[in-house]
């Protein structure tokens, strides 16, 4: 059975860091996070492809990275200069497949 297990949220203040973690039983191919903020759907934020190739939403460009270990078994996603807009359970997401993690909270507020 396949795990996904999201670590690394919290609360933090506007301009501070997070760095969110997804570890997953067995290595994919292209990865990537969502976030979900309450009363919205799920939004679709970065995407690091077995290749290497990264994609980031318009809105987090330059402020988040999207990373992967050796293994390509652990994706990383490094989140700077949050503003209260990124607040939400983020999801790690291996993509072609219906698996999702049970996600990890952030809330950016002062």
């Known amino acids: 059975q396949v795990q996904l297990v999201e670590s690394g949220g919290g609360l933090v203040q506007p301009g501070g860091s997070l760095r969110l973690s997804c570890a997953a039983s067995q290595r994919f191919g292209a990865v990537a996070w969502y976030r979900q903020a309450p009363g919205t759907q799920r939004e679709w934020v970065a995407t690091?492809?077995?290749?290497?190739?990264?994609f980031y939403l318009d809105s987090v460009k330059g402020r988040f990275t999207i990373s992967r270990d050796g293994t390509k078994t652990t994706t990383f996603l490094q989140m700077n200069s949050l503003k209260p807009e990124d607040t939400g359970v983020y999801y790690c997401h291996p993509q072609g497949t219906d698996y999702w993690g049970q996600g990890t909270q952030v809330t950016v507020s002062s």
């Open positions: 690091s492809t077995s290749g290497g190739n990264t």
